[in-house]
Antibody
C-alpha cells in the first residue's frame, strides 16, 4: 500500500524558508511517477506548487517559481520542498502527493504557520 | 495558464437527489480532467480521472462526463456521506490547475 508522510517544522518565521520532506513507503520513488506538492490555505481551495521526477526534473507553478525548489533523494525514497521568503500568505496545509497527471495518493498533510 | 471555473460554489440538496456539478476550462483540455472529493477535515480523494473513469471502490452513483472545455460530475442518489467539497483539476499541461471547488451540503 502506497503511503506518503510529510515532515518538517510547523512554524516558520516571516521572510524565512519553509522546508518539508515527504517520505514514500510502499512504492519506489525511482519509477514512472512524478512527486508533487499541493497546498491549501485554511478554509480555501487547493493550489499545486510543483513536482519532481525520480531523475530530478521539475515543474513549478509560475506563481511560486521564483521562491520554490523541489528535490528528490532516491536513497531515502523521499522528496522535499523548500519555499523561500515566506509570508503569512504561505500559511497552509501542505500535502505531498503522487501522480503523473492526476494525484492518486496523498499524504495526510501538515499545517505550516508563518508567524513571528 | 489554464483557468478552471467550477459552479455553483455551493449547493444544498436532499438525500436521494441527483446533483450535477460543473467545471469549465478556459481552453480545450480534451479529457485531461480529474475530480476529487474532500470531506471535512480530510485529505482530497481522487474520484475520477480522464473525465469519466471512476477510481476503484468509488460508488457507482458518481459519474463524470465532458470533453474539451465543459465537464460535469454527477452524484445520483445523494447520500449523507457525500457531504464534501469537490474539486476539478486539469492535467493537459503543467502547471496543474484546480478549480475553486463546489461545496455540497444536505438540506
Amino acid at each position: 500500500q502506497v503511503q506518503l508522510q510529510e515532515s518538517g517544522p510547523r512554524l516558520v518565521k516571516p521572510a524565512g524558508t519553509l522546508s518539508l520532506t515527504c517520505t514514500v513507503s510502499g512504492a519506489s520513488i525511482d519509477g514512472d511517477n512524478w512527486w508533487n506538492w499541493v497546498r491549501q490555505p485554511p478554509g480555501k481551495g487547493l493550489e499545486w506548487i510543483g513536482e519532481t521526477s525520480h531523475s530530478g526534473s521539475t515543474n513549478y507553478n509560475p506563481s511560486l517559481r521564483s521562491r520554490v525548489t523541489i528535490s528528490v533523494d532516491k536513497s531515502k525514497n523521499q522528496f522535499s520542498l523548500r519555499l523561500r521568503s515566506v509570508s503569512a500568505a504561505d500559511t497552509a496545509v501542505y500535502y505531498c502527493a503522487r501522480g503523473v497527471d492526476y494525484l492518486d495518493y496523498w499524504g495526510q498533510g501538515t499545517l505550516v504557520t508563518v508567524s513571528s | 495558464d489554464i483557468q478552471m471555473t467550477q459552479s455553483p460554489s455551493s449547493l444544498s440538496a436532499s438525500v436521494g437527489d441527483r446533483v450535477t456539478l460543473t467545471c469549465r476550462a478556459s481552453q480545450g483540455i480534451s479529457d485531461y480532467l480529474a475530480w476529487y472529493q474532500q470531506t471535512p477535515g480530510t485529505v482530497p480523494k481522487l474520484l475520477i480521472y480522464a473525465a469519466s473513469t471512476l477510481m476503484s471502490k468509488v460508488p457507482s452513483r458518481f459519474s463524470g462526463s465532458g470533453s474539451g472545455t465543459d465537464f460535469t460530475l454527477t452524484i445520483s442518489n445523494l447520500q449523507p456521506e457525500d457531504v464534501a467539497t469537490y474539486y476539478c483539476q486539469e492535467y493537459h499541461s503543467a502547471p496543474l490547475n484546480f478549480g475553486g471547488g463546489t461545496k455540497v451540503e444536505i438540506k
